[in-house]
Nanobody, 127 residues
């Protein structure tokens, strides 16, 4: 099993920045991919970003390209999401995810059913 714990959420004004972090523990194998989903009130959960173990494959949803950056620190089993130029529509609960996708493409990473999920952290962007 893999346990994921997010941190770094909060309240920020539009145009501001936040950095989310996720610490993984348990049986984390070297091939594990990690990433982020989000869910806004009344909306379905949606893919935000993902990164392969090596960092050679990084995938983003179209709505965050150029504003968000995903990175990972394998020595400390952590993944980060740097969020800049935040908009009110970015308000959501952000979930850290991890899993072992069998394909290396962004199309697959975006639709893959990640096996492990964190409890979520609230991000609120005020206008």
């Amino acid at each position: 099993q893999v346990q994921l714990v997010e941190s770094g959420g909060g309240l920020v004004q539009a145009g501001g920045s936040l950095r989310l972090s996720c610490a993984a523990s348990g049986r984390t194998f070297s091939s594990i991919a990690m990433g982020w989903f989000r869910q806004a009130p009344g909306k379905e959960r949606e893919f935000v970003a993902a990164i392969s173990w090596s960092g050679n494959r990084i995938c983003y949803a179209d709505f965050v390209k150029g504003r968000f950056t995903v990175s990972r620190d394998n020595a400390n089993n952590t993944v980060h999401l740097q969020m800049n130029s935040l908009k009110p529509e970015d308000t959501a609960v952000y979930y850290c995810v991890a899993g072992y996708p069998v394909s290396y493409t962004c199309t697959y990473y975006r639709s893959y059913e990640y096996a492990y999920w964190g409890q979520g952290t609230q991000v609120t962007v005020s206008s």
